[in-house]
T-cell receptor
Framework: KAGVTQTPRYLIKTRGQQVTLSCSPI?????VSWYQQTPGQGLQFLFE???????NKGNFPGRFSGRQFSNSRSEMNVSTLELGDSALYLC????????????FGSGTQLSVL | EDQVTQSPEALRLQEGESSSLNCSYT??????LFWYRQDPGKGPEFLFT???AGEEKEKERLKATLTKKESFLHITAPKPEDSATYLC??????????????FGTGTLLAVQP
């Protein structure tokens, strides 16, 4: 069974640009969550989608947005990139519900210059 | 404010030298406490979920325990392949149906042969 797939693996952008990251969950999983990981802050929750609806949102500015498609694949978008957005962005999927273990992808490493 | 604190930040052990990692948490009602392992360049991998004080779970050389304010991950006779960052996360009981987790910043474990 294929795991969570995130593309691209690495991205280099400049300040002010926008970026779109993609996540394909494990087949049959309907919940997709996104996390930002930095050395100083650790993993911080961005948002969670379930059946194409945003179910929960973290404390990030509106420049961070996401969506989920009918096949459960998800994308997140960051507009007007800032240097501080440099981080590893992790996607995780689970079957549904709550209090379930999450299956993480290997992440997209974003560098903003 | 909900918070998860892990200690120590880094730990170096000799192969076979047992030790414990600590995770203390402050949360308005605990739905579950999770332990993950993260290897360099990869996303976190699920280890355990604990739900109530007094609960214990084991997997190979790892044993996780939970009290009302903290959790411990005991590593018995570690091997070099146990080297990784160990992450603790909590899921609050409020917020409805969600898989949102609040993570600690992790303990970087190095086991030397």
């Amino acid at each position: 069974k294929a795991g969570v797939t995130q593309t691209p693996r690495y991205l280099i952008k400049t300040r002010g640009q926008q970026v779109t990251l993609s996540c394909s969950p494990i087949s049959g999983h309907r919940s997709v969550s996104w996390y930002q990981q930095t050395p100083g802050q650790g993993l911080q929750f961005l948002f969670e989608y379930f059946s194409e609806t945003q179910r929960n949102k973290g404390n990030f500015p509106g420049r961070f947005s996401g969506r989920q498609f009918s096949n459960s694949r998800s994308e997140m978008n960051v507009s007007t990139l800032e240097l501080g957005d440099s981080a590893l962005y992790l996607c995780a999927s689970s079957l549904a519900g709550y209090n379930e273990k999450l299956f993480f992808g290997s992440g997209t490493q974003l560098s903003v210059l | 404010e909900d918070q998860v604190t892990q200690s120590p930040e880094a730990l170096r052990l000799q192969e076979g030298e047992s030790s414990s990692l600590n995770c203390s948490y402050t949360v308005s009602g605990l739905r579950g406490l999770f332990w993950y392992r993260q290897d360099p360049g990869k996303g976190p991998e699920f280890l355990f979920t604990l739900y109530s004080a007094g609960e214990e779970k084991e997997k190979e050389r790892l044993k996780a325990t939970l009290t009302k304010k903290e959790s411990f991950l005991h590593i018995t006779a570690p091997k070099p392949e146990d080297s990784a960052t160990y992450l603790c996360a909590v899921q609050p009981s409020y917020g409805g149906a969600t898989n949102k987790l609040i993570f600690g910043t992790g303990t970087l474990l190095a086991v030397q042969p």
